[in-house]
């Protein structure tokens, strides 16, 4: 069992930067790949970033060029940092690990609001 500790968040206007993180256990937190998704109200969960732990990292297209996800493997961490936050970018936003042999697993959310 891994566990995913969401820290972060909050009430932010437009333009404005935010940075989420997120704690997991276990001691092999380099091999697992890591990611952020959110849900806005009446609509599906959806990817905005992962790290697959080769340095190789992926975005959804409409964050592209504004978050950034970063990984510290000695701090067993996961960081998304949120830059030119629209209000589109409204929504719980939850941490995830796929573990190797052990399958996924996800944070508890965190509400990020974005508003004047």
């Given at each position: 069992?891994?566990?995913?500790?969401?820290?972060?968040?909050?009430?932010?206007?437009?333009?404005?930067?935010?940075?989420?993180?997120?704690?997991?256990?276990?001691?092999?937190?380099?091999?697992?790949?890591?990611?952020?998704?959110?849900?806005?109200?009446?609509?599906?969960?959806?990817?905005?970033?992962?790290?697959?732990?080769?340095?190789?990292?992926?975005?959804?297209?409409?964050v592209?060029?504004?978050?950034?996800?970063?990984?510290?493997?000695?701090?067993?961490?996961?960081?998304?940092?949120?830059?030119?936050?629209?209000?589109?970018?409204?929504?719980?936003?939850?941490?995830?690990?796929?573990?190797?042999?052990?399958g996924?697993?996800?944070?508890?959310?965190t509400?990020?609001t974005?508003?004047?």
């Open positions: 069992q891994v566990q995913l500790v969401q820290s972060g968040g909050g009430l932010v206007q437009p333009g404005g930067s935010l940075r989420l993180s997120c704690a997991a256990s276990g001691g092999a937190f380099s091999l697992y790949v890591m990611g952020w998704y959110r849900q806005a109200p009446g609509n599906q969960r959806e990817m905005v970033a992962r790290d697959f732990a080769d340095g190789r990292t992926t975005y959804g297209d409409s592209k060029g504004r978050f950034t996800i970063s990984r510290d493997n000695d701090k067993n961490t996961v960081y998304l940092q949120m830059n030119s936050l629209e209000f589109d970018d409204t929504a719980v936003y939850y941490c995830s690990a796929v573990v190797p042999g052990f996924g697993f996800w944070g508890q959310g509400q990020v974005v508003s004047s």
